[in-house]
């Protein structure tokens, strides 16, 4: 049919990094406040800058609560800046330093209320920041080797500077910047996908033209939240695996109307195979190799044709090469 060419078409789309506007959206998105920074938002941002030595751009903190202390340059995206932007600001202020980004690394949120969007970036000109220019945004800025000894404000960087230098050394995941579109609320797209050993993908979609948009509450449980409404019964049978983003959009400009995120989601339904029956022993199951069957009228399960498209989905799914996403919960 005509909708499952356009369907494949915006699948394709989004594979490719690309994004869309997002037009209609989930039940009672309407009747909800829109993303809106300072007030039911919060949007951090994280530089990882290596030099050639692979030393990592690191600032001392001028804040009372962690004084002196050390982590990577980072703070909150301010109202009508884009996330690049916001990056970009960050690194002057706390470490002197021009940059651009080279690609999102990682994504972590703590439900749509807190989102902290981790770059690697690049320096382009400044220079580094030093004591005698201290101010309330840090005290300086170095390089760190990693051996010397550091006091770190949070451990939780460590994690997202081997994430840097991994990707450095094998880029794992294609270049992936926030696309310039706006967006009112905190969403995901879902390109829910199940798949069988004789190489069939299926996508689910809404009322028979379109992936599913969801508003988000942890980004990994929007998944479980739509295969619950979809296919109620299979539910507990069903392992629900978001396994990272195409790519996000977001435009910032507008305040109240734009601060919103459309994170662009792969998820792969897997037959969960062992099941235990009453007396607690594992039962093995059979797969019938087809998805779980709809049960709500408003999905519908489309069977991909398009033999590159299948291909480059399974790809996707079996090397997770693709934007990862962490929840915090």
């Known amino acids: 049919t005509d909708s499952g060419d356009e369907v494949e078409e915006q699948v394709e789309m989004l594979l490719s990094g690309q994004g869309s506007e997002v037009g209609g959206c989930d039940l009672g998105l309407e009747m909800s406040k829109p993303a809106t920074l300072r007030k039911n938002v919060t949007y951090i941002v994280c530089a990882v800058i290596f030099n050639d030595k692979e030393e990592v751009l690191m600032v001392q903190e001028a804040k009372l609560d962690c004084y002196k202390q050390w982590y990577l340059p980072a703070g909150r995206v301010e109202v009508g800046e884009r996330l690049e932007e916001a990056m970009r600001r960050e690194v002057r202020e706390e470490a002197g330093f021009d940059c651009e980004p080279v690609t999102l690394l990682l994504i972590q949120e703590q ?11 690049r320096v382009t000109g400044g220079t ?7 101010d309330q945004e840090s005290l300086q800025a170095s390089w760190w080797d990693r051996q010397f000894v550091l006091p770190l404000r949070g451990r939780d960087i460590l994690r997202l500077i081997d994430c840097g230098l991994k990707y450095r050394r094998d880029p794992w995941h294609p270049v992936t910047l926030p696309l310039d579109l706006g967006c009112r609320h905190t969403v995901q797209r879902l390109v829910l996908v199940f ?48 396994l990272g983003v195409f790519s996000l959009q977001h435009n910032g400009r507008r305040h109240g109307q734009t601060d919103g995120v459309c994170f662009n989601t792969l998820v792969a339904l897997l037959p969960d195979q062992v099941r235990h029956n009453e007396d607690g022993e594992k039962v093995q199951l059979s797969g019938t190799g087809r998805p779980p069957p709809v049960e709500n009228p408003r999905y519908i399960w489309h069977e991909v044709q398009k033999r590159v498209l299948r291909e480059k989905l399974l790809e996707k799914m079996q090397n997770t090469s693709i934007l990862p996403i962490h929840s915090l919960y």
């Not at 439900?111 to 970036?121: D, K, N, S, T």
């Open 111 to 121: 439900g749509p209320q807190w989102i902290r969007f981790v770059f690697l970036a």
């Open 128 to 134: 580094i920041k030093t004591l005698s220019a201290a």
């Open 195 to 242: 798949s069988n050993a004789e190489q069939q993908v299926w996508v689910l979609l809404v009322r028979a033209s379109a992936p599913v948009v969801r508003r988000t509450h942890a980004v990994t449980w929007a998944a479980n939240t739509v295969v619950q409404e979809a296919m109620p019964s299979a539910y507990y049978d069903q392992d629900v695996n978001t």
